[in-house]
């Protein structure tokens, strides 16, 4: 269990650390000519920065406290806070026609889902 929970937690670390540095260092109007980024053009540039930096947050956040033993609860919390990010993300998909990738969203949250249960449950960081 701790395994998957290590390969859960490194999966989504990677997905937000990839997502965070597209959205914090690559312009918005290239966001936007991509898949999936159409809804930038809809947001602030400091919004679409802001949300950047918070993913590239949790991708240390998933990984980090676990590996250095240093307050290893940010692991659970950080994973239920990237639920909630998922949420805000599927909404915004589906207003811009991007069901697939709510569909994608969905999935990411499920993984953040079993991490937060299984830091905060059977068997804590």
Same mark, same amino acid.
């Given at each position: 269990?701790?395994?998957?929970?290590?390969?859960?937690?490194?999966?989504?670390?990677? #997905?937000? @650390?990839?997502? $965070?540095?597209?959205? =914090?260092?690559? &312009?918005?109007?290239?966001? *936007?000519?991509? &898949? $999936?980024?159409?809804?930038?053009?809809?947001? %602030? &540039?400091?919004?679409?920065?802001?949300?950047? #930096?918070?993913?590239?947050?949790? *991708? @240390?956040?998933?990984?980090?406290?676990?590996?250095?033993? !240093? =307050?290893?609860?940010?692991?659970?919390?950080?994973?239920?806070?990237?639920?909630?990010?998922?949420? +805000?993300?599927? !909404? !915004?998909?589906?207003?811009?026609? $991007? %069901? $697939?990738? %709510? #569909?994608?969203?969905?999935?990411? @949250?499920?993984?953040?889902?079993? #991490?937060?249960? +299984?830091?905060? +449950?059977?068997? &804590?960081?």
């Amino acid at each position: 269990m701790d395994l998957a929970l290590w390969l859960a937690a490194g999966l989504l670390a990677v #997905v937000a @650390l990839t997502g $965070g540095v597209s959205k =914090a260092f690559v &312009p918005r109007e290239k966001l *936007a000519a991509a &898949p $999936g980024g159409e809804w930038t053009t809809d947001a %602030a &540039p400091g919004f679409v920065k802001g949300l950047g #930096v918070l993913e590239l947050l949790a *991708a @240390l956040g998933l990984v980090l406290p676990a590996a250095t033993g !240093i =307050a290893p609860v940010l692991v659970p919390v950080t994973a239920g806070c990237w639920v909630l990010l998922m949420v +805000g993300a599927m !909404i !915004i998909h589906v207003r811009h026609g $991007g %069901a $697939g990738f %709510a #569909v994608l969203n969905l999935a990411y @949250l499920a993984v953040a889902a079993f #991490v937060a249960w +299984g830091r905060f +449950g059977p068997v &804590p960081a």
